[in-house]
């Protein structure tokens, strides 16, 4: 069974560009979720898609956006890139519901590094 | 709100010693309590996690965690140390559609685990 597959795995933006990233999760399972992770921020939360509606979304701005098509494969994209936005961006998938009540495991890729010169 | 705390942001232990890597958490419903490792350019993969099943969870390459819900700590434990388990280590915790969190972990800020020969 394929797990969480992401790419590009490695890309360099000029400030003021913007990216899409491509994150296919683990068949059958219906939820994405997006992180960034820093040097200085660790790891943070971006946002959450199931069944292509977004249900969670952390704390970052309006520059940040994602989505989820029927077959669950989501993208995130990043405008008017900014220095800061050099990170690790990871994306992760469980088969959905609640993770609690499921026990269902929540897998990660191996991430999109971006920089940004 | 949920919140986790890694103690150490480096530990630095002998092959063959004890690795213990300590995580408290900080939640006001139940946690789902997971911990991950990083190795160098690669995603997060899951050691083990803690659904409310068994307070004392086993994971992979011999290292397991105890749930302590008194001191609201989920301490990562692995009785020998060997070279292969240099890493970042990740604790992380969610609670679940309950507390509208859904799928989205929080994390700490991770602990570098260095081994000396």
């Known amino acids: 069974k394929a797990g969480v597959t992401q790419t590009p795995r490695y890309l360099i933006k000029t400030r003021g560009q913007q990216v899409t990233l491509s994150c296919s999760p683990i068949s059958g399972h219906r939820s994405v979720s997006w992180y960034q992770q820093t040097p200085g921020q660790g790891l943070q939360f971006l946002f959450e898609?199931?069944?292509?509606?977004?249900?969670n979304k952390g704390n970052f701005p309006g520059r940040f956006s994602g989505r989820q098509f029927s077959n669950s494969r989501s993208e995130m994209n990043v405008s008017t890139l900014e220095l800061g936005d050099s990170a690790l961006y990871l994306c992760a998938s469980y088969p959905g519901g609640d993770p609690v009540l499921s026990g269902n495991t929540i897998y990660f890729g191996e991430g999109s590094w971006l920089t940004v010169v | 709100a949920q919140s986790v705390t890694q103690l150490g942001s480096h530990v630095s232990v002998s092959e063959g010693a004890l690795v213990l890597l300590r995580c408290n958490y900080s939640s006001s419903v139940p946690p789902y309590l997971f911990w991950y490792v990083q190795y160098p350019n690669q995603g997060l993969q899951l050691l083990l996690k803690?659904?409310?099943?068994?307070?004392l969870v086993k994971g992979i390459n011999g290292f397991e965690a105890e749930f302590k819900k008194s001191e609201t700590s989920f301490h990562l434990t692995k009785p020998s140390a060997h070279m292969s388990d240099a890493a970042e280590y990740f604790c992380a915790v969610t609670s679940g559609v309950g507390s509208g969190n859904t799928g989205k972990l929080i994390f700490g800020q991770g602990t570098t685990l260095q081994v000396k020969p």
């Open positions: 898609y199931f069944s292509e509606t977004q249900r």
């Open positions: 803690y659904t409310s099943a068994a307070t």
